[in-house]
C-alpha cells in the first residue's frame, strides 16, 4: 500500500474502519517519524480508535480525538488539533472516518486540503459480510453519498471483510471476486486485503493469501470495542 501523507478510511459502521486505522498508523510509524490518528468517528463511539490510546502513546503516535471521546457526554466534536494534519507536512496524518455520509462531513471542512491525489489516500473499507455492503449496488450507493458528503474523492478500495473473532482464513479468501467486482464497478483500484494476523502467521498461510488476493494487508488488532455508559 502506498503511505501517503494523510490516509482516511471511510465506509459502513461495521466495516472494521478503527482496527484498520490503527493498525495502519502503527505501521506507519515503522517508516514515518511523526504520525498522528485523528478520531474524527463522531458518529459511532462504541467502536473507535481513542480505545486504542495506550498503544498508539507507547508506539509514540499522538492521537487527536474529541474530549467527548468514552466520556457520558453525548456531545460529539471535531478536535480543532485536527488542523494540524494540514498545516504541518511533516506530519504523517491517518483519519478514522465516522460511518456513511453523516460521519464523513466531519472532513468537508477540510476538502480544500485534499484536492491533490499524490498527498492523500481516501480509502473506502468494505466488509463482505456486512448487510449494508454486501452488494455492489449498496456499495454504490455508499461511494456517492461519502464522497458527496466529504467532497473528496475516492482513491481506492480495501477490502476489509471479517467476522470478527469467528473469521477464517477461507472466509477472507472467499471474498476475493467481491472486492474484484467492487474494484471494477466503482472505477476504484482495490489496494489491499486485510487479513488479521494470526490467520497468515504461517508463510504457507501468508503465500496462499497472496495469490488468492492479492496485496495484503496484515491486520494486528489494537482497539478493543467498549460501551459507553
Known sequence: MRLARIT????????GKSSLAVAYAMWARKH???????????????????????????????????????????A???????????????????IDLGG?????????????FLQDKNEYEMLMVINRFRPLTSNIEDLLEMKEAIEAASRI???????????????????VLGTADYAEEA??????????????????????ALELARQTVGNVFPLNLYAQSIKIK
Open 76 to 94: 460529539p466534536a471535531i478536535p480543532a488539533e485536527t488542523r494540524v494534519l494540514f498545516d504541518d507536512k511533516n506530519v504523517t496524518g491517518i
Open 183 to 204: 474494484s471494477q464497478k466503482l472505477s476504484l483500484p482495490l489496494k489491499a486485503t486485510s487479513i488479521e494476523q494470526r490467520l497468515i502467521d504461517n508463510s504457507g
Open 153 to 171: 474523492a475516492f482513491t481506492g478500495i480495501i477490502n476489509n471483510s471479517n467476522l470478527m473473532a469467528e473469521t477464517t482464513l477461507s472466509n
Open 32 to 74: 514515518r517519524a511523526h504520525v498522528v490518528l485523528c478520531d474524527l468517528d463522531i458518529v459511532n463511539p462504541y467502536f473507535c480508535s481513542s480505545n486504542a490510546l495506550q498503544c498508539l502513546t507507547e508506539a509514540n503516535i499522538r492521537l487527536v480525538a474529541s474530549r467527548y471521546v468514552n466520556t457520558n457526554t453525548d
Open 100 to 112: 456513511d455520509n453523516r460521519g464523513a462531513l466531519a472532513i468537508g471542512r477540510y476538502a480544500s
Open 8 to 15: 482516511i478510511f471511510a465506509g459502513h459502521f461495521g466495516s
